[in-house]
């Protein structure tokens, strides 16, 4: 069964102190793993997309790997506007373009 | 690039009324669309997918008499909560996918949130 896991669920961090959020998964064919960003009350907004192992892709302070079983979402010198809930998901090659989500990680940046 | 909006933002009813959201790409055509709703606290849960000019495929446990899904063109689908009742109260979410060239990620609209009273 595919399956999507996050961890931790909640970190706090103070402003600039780097850290990395797991996103570990499994899928019978990957066809890609997505990281999204998601404040209060909007809707998730698309930061990445992996296909392959050994994969990098930056974006600000924020870089994601990926590997064949996880991908991490590094966070280098975080500001507090960092602060929000990232939400990992993988597609699978037979799927209808549809995602398997994780739960979440809540990542607080403390001024 | 990739925009979703839906309409309207938030809205509130009495129970037993029904409430339509509406979920456009401004500047994509998007062949596939899909529903989420999300509780707080927690992760979307996907109710259903509809691909342009078909029927709507729902997620087990998700009731298609109770929420209607239109997806009459590539820019627009629609959900309609009939006869809501308060445990329909919830933060919906569109998004738009399968625009193809490669393009496997879905786009977001802003969400509903939908109170019934």
């Known amino acids: 069964e595919d399956q999507v896991t996050q961890s931790p669920e909640a970190l706090r961090l103070q402003e600039g102190e780097s850290s990395s959020l797991n996103c570990s998964y499994t899928v019978s064919g990957l066809r890609g793993l997505f990281w999204y960003r998601q404040d209060p009350g909007k809707g998730p907004e698309f930061l990445f997309t992996?296909?392959?192992?050994?994969e990098e892709k930056e974006k600000e302070r924020l870089k994601a790997t990926l590997t064949k079983k996880e991908s991490f979402l590094h966070i280098t010198a975080p500001k507090p506007e960092d602060s929000a809930t990232y939400l990992c998901?993988?597609?699978?090659?037979?799927?209808?373009?549809?995602?398997?989500w994780g739960a979440g990680t809540k990542l607080i940046i403390k001024p | 690039g990739a925009v979703v909006s839906q309409h309207p933002s938030w809205v509130i009813c009495k129970s037993g009324t029904s409430v339509k959201i509406e979920c456009r790409s401004l500047d994509f055509q998007a062949t596939t669309m899909f529903w989420y709703r999300q509780f707080p606290k927690q992760s979307l849960m996907l109710m259903a997918t509809s691909n342009e000019g078909s029927k709507a495929t729902y997620e087990q446990g998700v009731e298609k008499d109770k929420f209607l899904i239109n997806h009459a063109s590539l820019t627009l689908s629609t959900l309609t909560v009939t006869s809501a009742h308060p445990e329909d109260s919830s933060f919906y979410i569109c998004s738009a996918g399968g625009l193809g060239g490669g393009i496997n990620e879905q786009f977001f609209g802003p969400g509903t949130r939908l109170t019934v009273l």
């Open positions: 998901a993988v597609q699978g090659l037979d799927s209808n373009y549809q995602l398997i």
């Open positions: 992996l296909y392959s192992a050994g």
